[in-house]
Structures are given as C-alpha cells and as structure tokens.
C-alpha cells in the first residue's frame, strides 16, 4: 500500500500493525531510509583509506587540502602515507559514533528526533559532493561527521518507538533494520566502489550523496506511518518530563558498563575497513577467471556475507523459540564473542600461512568473513536491541546516542593500532584483534554471572523490583 492509499486514522505503534513482514510499516520506511543513509556512508568509507593512501595523500596532492599541514603537524606528527591514512580515518570514524550523542541530546531537550534528523541527512548530502573537491576534504568530512551524529541515533530510536514494552518483535525488528543496513553494504561497493576505483574517486563520492538525497525523499515520504513526537506548539510551554527513577539510573548505569566492553569486543570487525582492507588490496589474490576485481569489493563480500548470516542467525532463533526457550540478549553476545575469536584466528593463519613472495589465497579471508559475519549477527543488532530496551522513555534517544560511544571507542582504537600494521609482523598485529575478542568473550560472561536479569529487564521492572 503506498501512502496515498492510507487511511488518515492510522495509528502507529498499535500491536495489531503488521503490514511490513509482521512489522509496523512505518519499519519499512524506516529501514529504506536507512539503507539509503547506510549506501552512501558506507561508500565513502570503503573509498577513504584507499582514496587518500593511492591518491590524495601523495606530493603535489596533499599540500591543496586545506588545513590538512597544520594537522599534519600539531594531530598526526611524524606520520606519512598509509599510518597517516589510518589515523585520519581512524580519527573520522570515531567521531562518527561519538556526535550521535549530541544528536540525541538535541534531540530530546529542542526540535524532535524528525526535524534532528532530516538536518543530518541534508548535511551528510553536502558532505558527500564536497568530496568531489580535493581542497575541501576535511571540511567533507566535518559535514559528515556533523550529519551522522543528528541521523543515526534518532533513526534507530524511531525503530524502538515503533513497539510497545512488551512487544516482542522488537528484537527481530532491529535484525530486519541491520538487514537493510548490510543490504547497503553489499550494494554500495559494488556501486560506489567501482566508479571510484575505476572510473574517478569523485564519481564513487558523487553517487553516494545522490543515495543520500533519495533517502531523505524516503524518509519524508512515510512520516505519517513513523512515531509521533508529543512537542509543544510554538509558544507552549514544554511539560517537564518524568523524572528518572532509581531504576532508571541503574539501567543507564548498567549500559554505560557496558559501552567500553562492547568497543573492545567490535575492534576486529571495524579494522575491516581499515588495515585488513589495505592488506587484502596488496597481498590477496583477488584473480577471478583471468580477472582482477577492485579490492573494494572485499567490502561487498564482508556484506554478503553478513547479510546471509543475519538471516540464517534470524531465522535459527525463530526455529528454536518454537521448540524451547530463547537466550536472553547477553546470552546471544556470548555466542557471538566466541565466532568472533574463531574469526580472528583465521585472519592470523591467514598471514601465517602466506607463501614467500605470493599472494593470499581466499580461503582464510572467506573462513574470516564466515565466522565474524555469524559474530556480528549476534552481538550488533541483539547490543542495539538491548539499549533500546532498558533505556529510561525520557532520554531513549540520548542512551541510544551514548551507545554509539562504543564505536567511538572502537574506532579510535582501529586508528592507533591500523597504524601498526605497516611496523609489526602481520601474525602479531591479527592476534592484537584476536586478544580483543577473547576479552570481550570473558566480561560479556562475567556480565551474565553478575547482573543477571538485571541486564535484560526494562527500567520499569528495576523499578518495581526496588519497591
């Protein structure tokens, strides 16, 4: 049904919405523009490293970007070539996960998570054609760093406000979103990717910002079917909110433990982007038939196969809640952390294994791709659906913001240690990311031990629990 054809007495959030797949439809809506969002930002990630070790910066290239000596010099002294390449990326996509706080915050306290957002999606459309001009780089990436922070968390905190609290699609609901996501990621390589490498770095740019621009037709196309935000009129003065109760503090409390284990446990899966990248473009065998295809595509792959494993994980827990009883959502992270080190491990043979001279068969990267993928389906989505549900209604927004300080972690982290791939032996620096996901394996099981229900109860349920 498209939204013309709507009945004007529609009600979002009722438990009886099932148009899109069993889901509220305002879930479809949500999860295009996503994957519209997710396409172009994926896309310039996957271009950056390599655009900026192959292209920009080179002698005669890099003294044009404006501002970029005086980072050169006070940020990143001392680095050059691929470890400059890595921090700076490193650097980006940490402050990529860290402004969702204050979008979130902006969000909750003055224009409503509508309005927040639609000004994120704008500016990361100007942040992406602004890649199209070299000197303008950095500015660039301000946009985009300015541009997810008011879209991510909002779009992600729609999705919870789609479902009541006892509503159990909620789960399955942020799985369906990461499909969108990993469809996009799939796509926007094979895309993006190809015109950058092989047709102009600023075609793949320019394609990602015109995916952006579709996206928020997308997003203002179904707003009708989307939660409704209870802001005053102009001139009205804002009810002061419920304040947060001692439940409410600890399930804030709780989460925020959580953040720094979480970062840990995602620094292999976010290194793909990064060092693995660089290292699958010059020591893979990327030969297909007599063919040599980009080694962005190694992206496409990564989505591929991510975009199998959440529906195969998604579809082996809906056939086990049918015979027995479903893990809790730190059980299910458990699970994750330990492919999540079978994954990393494959990565060390890989380089272990590495004839003479030669290059990489395919073989460990794919065992790789496997293990990780079935990790990521476990511990991403089931993470994303568990801040979405203990978090306090009254800052739901600024909670999910603060759970992207796990990427932010992560990916500062991915900046330092990317940078020592070009100095350690390739055996060591995999088994950096091995020991990551092992530590997260451990506090994930020492989180269970401890808190128990604890960590899958609502706020209002801590309450009631407290007296």
Known sequence: MTVADATPDYEVGTHDDRAFLGHPKGLGYLGFTEGCERFSYYSMQTLLVLYMVNYLLVPGRMENVVGLSWLNAHVYPGLSGQPLASAIFGTYTALVYLTPIVGGIIADKWFGRNATLIAGGVLMAIGHFLMAIEPAFLLALLALLLGVGAFKGNIATQVGALYGPNDLRRAMAFQIFYIFINVSVIVGPLISGTLGQRVGWHWGFGCAGVVMVLGLIIYLSGRKYLPVENRPARGERREPREPLSRGDWLCVLYLVILIPVLA???????????????????????????????????????AAVSFSMLLAVAAFWKWWGTHRREPDEISKMIIGSVFTVAGGLC????????????????????????????????????????????????????????????????????????????????????????????????????FKIVLGHRMTSTAQDQAKALG
């Not at 840990?264 to 982007?273: C, D, R």
């Not at 060390?348 to 073989?363: D, E, H, R, W």
């Not at 950096?432 to 451990?442: D, E, K, N, P, Y």
Request: net charge neutral; no cysteine.
């Open 264 to 302: 840990i446990s995602l620094l292999t899966n976010q290194e793909i982007f990064n060092a693995y990248l660089v290292w699958g473009d010059q020591h893979f065998n990327l030969s297909l038939l007599g063919w040599t295809f980009p080694s962005t595509w190694l992206i496409t792959l990564d």
């Open 347 to 446: 990565l060390f043979m890989a380089a272990l294994t590495q004839p003479a001279g030669g290059k990489i068969s395919m073989f460990w990267p794919l065992m790789f791709e496997l293990f990780n993928s079935i990790g990521f389906a476990h511990v991403l989505p089931i993470s994303l659906a568990l801040f979405s549900k203990i978090s306090p209604k009254q800052i739901t927004s600024t909670v999910i913001g603060l759970y992207y300080l796990s990427f932010f972690i992560a990916n500062a982290v991915v900046g330092y240690v990317g940078g020592l791939y070009s100095s350690l032996p390739t055996t060591t620096f995999w088994l950096i990311h091995v020991a990551s996901a092992v530590f997260g394996l451990v506090a994930f099981i020492v």
